[in-house]
């Protein structure tokens, strides 16, 4: 069974950079698994951030980019704002029409 | 604007059944793979199942198969989910989402606002 693996949880100052990841629990994350990035708040449908390794979706600010940095996928936010704490979610094609998604890093800007 | 709606959810005994429905307006769903992803209580993200747009193939999570049955009305412009033997960790909120397959990549861009499903004595 594969594991999407995603760092529980991370903390920011604001104006920072934070690099969130996104890995497999055997394996490499390479563009074969079509990685995309999705940011929720509490009580509201997730919104795509992230697809086809950095494109930002239609009204993403570009403070948030994406990229494959060593065996994994990553979301980095770049001057992190107030708004930007949420729970972010990766999500991987492990084939045979599975997709899996990460347990989610929850992002604290303070 | 693209716009899904879910609907159907509420409360269920374990052992039973729901279906949830998604409407879909602003855009053609017989053009898109359709998804269901759910979020128990306080939990993360988990894709639940996949449709194509002819509805010939289908794909599920491993926890849910035998269980539910995901299927489309493209003439209603709609997306479902039969979910039978419900269990109590069948409970979540389940979107509705749409997979977009742009420059040779899939990933999913509009969701709906959900719809909670809670299974429970």
């Known amino acids: 069974q594969t594991v999407v693996t995603q760092e529980p949880s991370f903390s920011v100052s604001p104006g920072g950079t934070v690099t969130l990841t996104c890995g497999l629990s055997s394996g490499s994350v390479s563009t074969n698994y079509y990685p995309s990035w999705y940011q929720q708040t509490p009580g509201q449908a997730p919104r795509t951030l992230i697809y086809?390794?950095?494109t930002r979706s239609s009204g993403v600010p570009d403070r948030f980019s994406g990229s494959i940095l060593g065996n994994k996928a990553a979301l980095t936010i770049t001057g992190a704002q107030a708004e930007d704490e949420s729970d972010y979610y990766c999500v991987l094609y492990v084939g045979s029409g599975i997709w899996v998604f990460g347990g989610g890093t929850k992002l604290t800007v303070l | 604007e693209v716009q899904l709606v879910e609907s159907g959810g509420g409360l269920a005994q374990p052992g039973g059944s729901l279906r949830l429905s998604c409407a879909a307006s602003?855009?053609?769903?017989?053009?898109?793979?359709m998804s269901w992803v759910r979020q128990a209580p306080g939990k993360g993200l988990e894709w639940v199942a996949n449709?194509?747009?002819?509805?010939?193939?289908?794909y599920y999570v491993d926890s849910v198969k035998g269980r539910f049955t995901i299927s489309r009305d493209n003439a209603k412009n709609s997306l479902y989910v039969q979910m039978n033997s419900l269990r109590a960790e069948d409970t979540a909120v389940y979107y509705c989402a749409r997979w977009e397959f742009t420059s040779g990549w899939y990933y999913l861009d509009s969701w709906g606002q959900g719809t909670l499903v809670t299974v429970s004595s």
């Open positions: 449709i194509k747009q002819d509805g010939s193939e289908a």
């Open positions: 602003g855009f053609t769903i017989s053009s898109y793979w």
């Open positions: 086809r390794v950095n």
